[in-house]
């Protein structure tokens, strides 16, 4: 019974890490420089998941854990800027290639993946109680 916890908890650490990522995306969507102070737009990160095999549960159901955290090696978005003192030769300031949408569904996503196990969490503690109360 109590290995739900746990997986559970496995659960929510990894969404946890892939909110922060989503956030980190959303907050350097305009970032031209990376953190040498050259002008390279920052690129995407992206979260993958594993099966974690040491968190079992009944039925032989197991925990999750992250994989990794992926750089996403995209082609930044051109925007022409001739104005701009980030702009290359040509007037155009190389933006990161992240998409808003994307990212805010991801967000969703992850947000709700975490309240269900939460949810799941919260039945869990209940058939503990009453366990404990049928056995007293």
Known sequence: MFSSFDISTSALVAQRVRLNTISQNIANISTVYDAAG???????????????????GAGGANGVKVQSVRIDDVAPRLKYEPGNPDANADGYV?????????????????????????????????????????LA
């Open 38 to 56: 050259e002008r390279k737009p920052y690129q995407p990160r992206y979260v993958e998941f594993q099966v974690d095999t040491h968190i079992q």
């Open 94 to 134: 190389a933006y990161p290639n992240i998409d808003l949408t994307t990212q805010f569904v991801d967000a969703l996503e992850a947000s709700r993946a975490y309240e269900a196990n939460v949810g799941v969490m919260d039945i869990n503690k209940d058939l503990v109680k009453q366990t404990l109360t049928i």
